[in-house]
């Protein structure tokens, strides 16, 4: 739905597709979308009639738009201050500093980006609202890049790294909700496996889902429940907010019975490991096979990556502390404090690097 303004002049529809003004010293346009998504389970919503009273509600010149957006995102972003000095650089044009920054010390352009990232953040994850996938919400073609979903491999979680530390901590709320949602339609991907829980493997949607998609070297991935799980425990150690921990524990602790049937042991090693994975859309460039066109792959599939040994030890560590300062589940404690001693340690390679795979 649209609708106009304009002060002064002539307006007159040409056709569908021009619209024409004459003679007016200024033109404002309304643009106004709806949908009848309510939420993953639910389409029942009146698309048109959300559209119209959102443009029924859009009745502010430029001016006043803007001091009201300035307003709202300002309650947010201006909570936290960075100065770390300036110098000459600071008055260039912003293209200039940034093809200068590897070779000119520019302090300010530092701190300008820390709080540009704060600033998306607060307008692509509003409570409420879907959280911020890898094209957030500024969609510039019919098709929005990756199908508009969430990469869960590291794309979406690097999304809301700075949703805590930088104090914006009701921006992570559309995330953590997506967690707890994609842990009730994961119970469908664990019992794929034969494992009580939940699990997401590295992508899902607004639907959530929670399956193995695309190719090998990505997409069987089943330990994205363990790397979401540690956002709902960061938001716990940030807010001190205990009934969030009571409602969020039995994710963690679903997430966790997942593991305790999954995991398994490692002939060589005798470790308990996720198997099959990967390192994400990696490979360790060691075994290769020719598949049926023809074309040489690199093996990625493997278990006991060292990716998925950290975190099923942190989700096994915080579901365990969660546990002990909710005090329950004394027994579940005793056999996660168990497992966790038999996940693998991590490994320093020949090289003096820390191993990627086992």
């Not at 363990?226 to 409602?247: I, N, P, R, S, V």
Request: proline share 4%; glycine share 6%.
């Amino acid at each position: 739905l649209t609708r106009i303004e304009r002060n002064g002049g002539h307006m007159e529809s040409v056709s569908d597709t021009l619209l024409r003004v004459r003679n007016a010293n200024s033109v404002t346009i309304y643009v106004s979308r709806g949908t009848n998504f309510i939420n993953y389970k639910d389409i029942s919503g009146n698309a048109r009639k959300t559209a119209q009273t959102y443009l029924k509600n859009a009745g502010k010149n430029y001016l006043k738009a803007k001091e009201a957006h300035c307003a709202t995102y300002g309650k947010w972003f201006n909570r936290v201050s960075l100065d770390l000095g300036s110098n000459a650089q600071a008055a260039k044009p912003t293209d200039v500093r940034v093809h200068e920054f590897a070779s000119a010390f520019d302090p300010q352009l530092a701190a300008l980006y820390f709080q540009f990232g704060r600033y998306l953040l607060i307008c692509s994850s509003q409570p409420g609202g879907q959280a911020a996938n890898l094209q957030g919400i500024w969609n510039y073609q019919l098709r929005a890049p990756w199908d508009g979903k969430y990469t869960t491999d590291i794309n979406v979680e690097m999304n809301y790294w700075p949703a805590e530390p930088t104090n914006l901590t009701e921006m992570h709320e559309p995330f953590l909700q997506l967690v707890k949602e994609v842990a009730e339609q994961g119970r469908q991907s664990a019992a794929m496996y034969g494992c009580r829980g939940w699990t997401l493997h590295h992508n899902t949607d607004i639907w959530r889902s929670t399956g193995a998609v695309d190719k090998s070297a990505c997409g069987v991935w089943p330990t994205c429940n363990a790397w979401f799980c540690f956002h709902l425990w960061e938001h716990y150690l940030f807010t001190g907010d205990k009934e969030f921990l009571a409602e969020i524990y039995p994710v963690l602790k679903s997430a966790s019975e997942f593991y305790q049937d999954f995991l398994i042991t490692d002939p060589n090693t005798g470790y308990k490991v996720v198997s099959p994975s990967n390192s994400p859309e990696n490979h360790p460039g060691l075994f290769s096979y020719t598949d049926d066109s023809g074309s040489k792959q690199n093996a990625a599939i493997f278990s006991g990556v060292t990716m998925d040994n950290q975190m099923v030890y942190d989700l096994l560590r915080n579901t365990i502390e969660a546990a002990e300062i909710l005090n329950t589940d004394k027994g579940f404690v005793a056999d996660l404090k168990e497992l966790k001693e038999q996940l693998p340690p991590m490994h320093v390679g020949k090289y003096g690097q820390l191993q990627e795979w086992l």
